[in-house]
């Protein structure tokens, strides 16, 4: 019998990405699965059309589903789908509410990478999560358009493409901008690199700082499309940014990450997989990481030591171990 299954996932992008990591044990404890994932409308687009996924709903905690008559409207909308069985990893009361089976996150240490909780909600019901992880399916046709852009853009297809996200939602995330195009510059003179630098809504003026410090101009992505973002991501051979959204997709389509650590923790929410790299300063202020926390850039020094004492040479090295990596049989 059809196993309808619905998956309490997340409103920020980077987390609604890693909670794709129950996809596939669930596929297989669950051969006739129709699995639904409840998100925040801005983690929407990338998984609606996610082949992976049979359905897609919003959960909306800032407009419709605000407060409690909106939890009310949302819980009896998904009552009327009659799901089987609930995996709640936001930990919500509202999914105790559904009227189906009810799998929670299991309580133990904190500081674990949120995968490692996901999965194990799984485990203890007895799903078997070997190799499980987070992963967003794309189609030829994505894949067809982000190579039709980097061919417009002047890309050859023998050319070393990386990828460069120098933004964040927090500013106590972010390395420096005049370190990133140091990187840049770097790679372009020595590796001949192809440099995708990468923006969101809120950050053209600080991609158009790295650009106007770069001396090759970089490809701009200002896309909002974050099925065409992920496509563009998958297609670069190393991925180099903060703590944000893209760094998870970047882990997501396969794509080697250098992910850059020092306010947030990285035990907790990394890049996931062995074939990434975190870098961090190792400077201890004795209050890093301060997220998450209870007062998190609570300093208000507008900026973090931790995070910006990592160096241009770090990251350069890391690109190369990486590259090596790709090359050894």
């Not at 240490?109 to 987070?134: C, F």
């Not at 700082?209 to 001396?215: C, G, K, R, S, Y």
């Not at 201890?284 to 990592?310: K, M, Q, T, W």
């Amino acid at each position: 019998m059809l196993k309808k299954i619905l998956v309490f996932s997340f409103s920020f992008i980077g987390d609604a990405v890693l909670s794709t990591s129950v996809i596939q044990p669930l596929r297989r404890h669950f051969s006739d699965a129709h699995i639904t994932f409840l998100v925040g409308p801005r983690a929407f687009d990338l998984l609606a059309t996610d082949s992976n996924i049979d359905a897609t709903l919003i959960y909306d905690n800032r407009g419709e589903h605000a407060g409690w008559r909106g939890r009310l409207r949302l819980v009896k909308a998904l009552r009327r789908d009659k799901f089987d069985l609930v995996v709640n990893l936001r930990d919500s009361l509202t999914a105790r509410c559904i009227g189906a089976e009810h799998w929670g996150l299991v309580r133990g240490e904190s500081n674990r990478h949120a995968v490692t909780r996901y999965l194990e909600a799984l485990q203890k019901r007895g799903v078997d999560i070997t190799d499980a992880h987070p992963h967003l399916q794309l189609v030829e046709a994505e894949q067809t358009a982000a190579h039709g852009f980097l061919a417009e853009a002047g890309v050859k297809s023998e050319q070393l493409l990386i990828g460069i996200h120098p933004g964040g939602n927090w500013v106590y995330k972010l390395w420096d901008a005049a370190d990133y195009a140091r990187v840049a510059n770097a790679l372009v003179e020595k590796r001949n690199a192809a440099i995708l630098l990468f923006a969101g809504p809120n950050e053209r003026k600080l991609q158009a700082q790295v650009a106007q410090m770069m001396d090759v101009p970089p490809i701009l992505v200002q896309t909002e499309n974050l099925r065409h973002l992920a496509a563009l991501i998958s297609a670069c051979d190393v991925y180099i940014g903060n703590d944000t959204g893209p760094m998870h997709i970047a882990a997501a389509v396969d794509t080697p990450v250098v992910a850059l650590f020092g306010s947030t923790n990285h035990i907790r929410s990394g890049p996931y997989g062995e074939k990434h790299t975190v870098l961090q300063s190792g400077i201890d202020l004795g209050c890093n990481p301060c997220h998450p926390g209870r007062n998190p850039g609570g300093c208000g020094v507008g900026s973090c030591e931790v995070i910006a004492g990592i160096t241009v040479e770090q990251v350069l090295d890391a690109v190369t171990h990486i590259l090596q990596r790709a090359v050894v049989p």
